[in-house]
């Protein structure tokens, strides 16, 4: 059993106390921090900034006046949460913080006048600029499917907002015995866990509203995280049996084949990479023959959001390089790249990293501005998701820069212990929760 400290430690952790420990005043006050982009990144490295020092003046460029959080959004589908409470306001930071927002579309970046202009026309200097614009969805990645079949009739939902709300009503009023298919996306991408947990989720609820109906992924991959720990959840939970080489992995007693499951995972080496999709007969074309499907849910290729392509801070893969030690851009100087569009290397495209990035440049810059060395930077990642409501599972990692200069992961143990006790597993999943709220206060709050 995790135990009451471990818990506070590892809270402790989550909140940025080890990745920007002694917060230190800056000393040049009046200088101007602007950011690009209010989510989880680009809040956070507000808020850490006002706090290492109030003098500074940062500005925050976020067309959207209300935050929908992406993490815990697949629990909308499963009637968990709702989209209400996915929303997230910027009054504190603004209000207890001085942060100035400036709700408006970043344009252009002019790196040697070192001014960024809005949509509307507006101009703002700056002496340190932080860009943190998510992702963009690949729509076109996948044959025959668009962003106007997105938001109509074969919905993404991994960026969340109106195609969110269309997946739960179109799951929520499947047909009986009706089938879910999931297009999973290609490495790299948002939160690694999340398409797995969804398509676990939606089990559970069709397990008491829809029971006959079946659940599928088709996979581009031959494994994902937390595979081997969810797949034992699956088996526990819904009769899930492994594939063959995962079992000798999974270090516990699975149970035995009962009546067929309703969760399916195709991975690439048995044909489930999605190769085209016709809307029309709402069929799935994968490697391994078509899937005929009564609710598809397609995750695409992902890459930087396109501000960053609008900046010049993307290269040929479609993200951001940057300086590990400091997060900036590799292409523009005195410009740092947080989040989902930098390429962090063993890092994944986390919140939790986003959160833990924007903490460390929240420091460098200050540093910086004040003659002072930043020191060794340590990063670290929890990405927590549920096999079940009550089931949860994690993968936790450390890193630091590697001799070869790349961010790389120092710990070994990373999940859930396959020995876990039936009280562990559900405290995992009252983490989970636990978790969603106190990040969400880290950052907004």
């Not at 006048?113 to 101009?123: D, H, N």
């Not at 048995?270 to 499907?293: S, V």
Request: hydrophobic share 40%; glycine share 8%; aromatic share 8%.
């Amino acid at each position: 059993m995790t135990t009451r400290r471990q818990f506070l430690l590892a809270g402790a952790a989550s909140l940025g106390m080890a990745a920007c420990p002694a917060i230190v005043r800056a000393g040049q006050a009046t200088a101007r921090i602007v950011i690009v982009g209010g989510g989880v990144g680009g809040a956070t490295a507000a808020k850490y900034l006002k706090m290492a020092d109030p003098r500074l003046q940062v500005t925050v460029i976020e067309k959207n006046p209300v935050y929908i959080r992406p993490y815990g959004s697949s629990e909308v589908l499963n009637q968990h949460t709702t989209m209400q409470a996915l929303e997230v306001r910027y009054d504190t930071l603004r209000d207890k913080y001085g942060v100035a927002f400036v709700f408006d579309a970043a344009k252009s970046l002019d790196p040697v006048a070192k001014t960024v202009t809005t949509a509307s026309g507006q101009v703002l200097g700056y002496d340190k600029l932080i860009v943190a614009p998510g992702i963009k969805l690949r729509y076109d990645s996948l044959p025959g499917y668009s962003e106007q079949l997105a938001e109509t009739q074969v919905p993404s939902a991994w960026i969340p907002g109106a195609q969110t709300a269309l997946l739960a009503r179109q799951l929520q009023n499947m047909r009986d015995g009706g089938v879910f298919v999931l297009a999973a996306p290609p490495n790299p991408y948002r939160c690694p866990p999340g398409p797995y947990e969804r398509a676990a989720l939606m089990t559970e609820w069709f397990a008491k509203h829809n029971p006959r109906a079946k659940v599928l992924i088709a996979d581009p991959k031959d494994s994902f995280v937390t595979d081997e720990t969810a797949m034992l959840g699956w088996n526990r939970l819904y009769g899930y049996q492994p594939p063959a080489e995962y079992r000798s992995k999974i270090k516990a007693e699975l149970l035995p084949p009962g009546k067929p499951c309703a969760l399916e995972w195709l991975p690439a080496k048995a044909g489930g990479t999605p190769q085209r999709l016709d809307a029309k007969t709402m069929t799935l074309h994968t490697a391994g023959g078509p899937i005929k499907a009564d609710v598809i849910n397609v995750i695409p290729a992902m890459v930087a959001g396109q501000i960053a392509v609008d900046f010049g801070l993307t290269n040929d893969s479609g993200f951001c390089p940057v300086h590990r030690t400091t997060f900036e851009s590799t292409l523009h100087k005195d410009v740092h790249v947080i989040g989902d569009a930098s390429i962090a290397d063993a890092m994944p495209k986390s919140g939790f990293s986003a959160n833990t990035q924007a903490k460390w440049v929240a420091r460098v810059i200050t540093d910086q501005l004040a003659g002072r060395d930043s020191g060794t930077p340590v990063w670290e990642n929890t990405c927590y998701a549920l096999a079940g409501k009550d089931y949860g599972l994690f993968v936790a990692d450390v890193f630091r820069i590697k001799e070869d200069g790349k961010i790389g992961r120092v710990n070994k143990a990373r999940y859930l212990p396959f020995d876990a006790t039936p009280a562990q597993i559900r405290l995992s999943a009252v983490y989970q929760q636990a978790w969603i709220q106190a990040f969400t206060q880290d950052i907004f709050a």
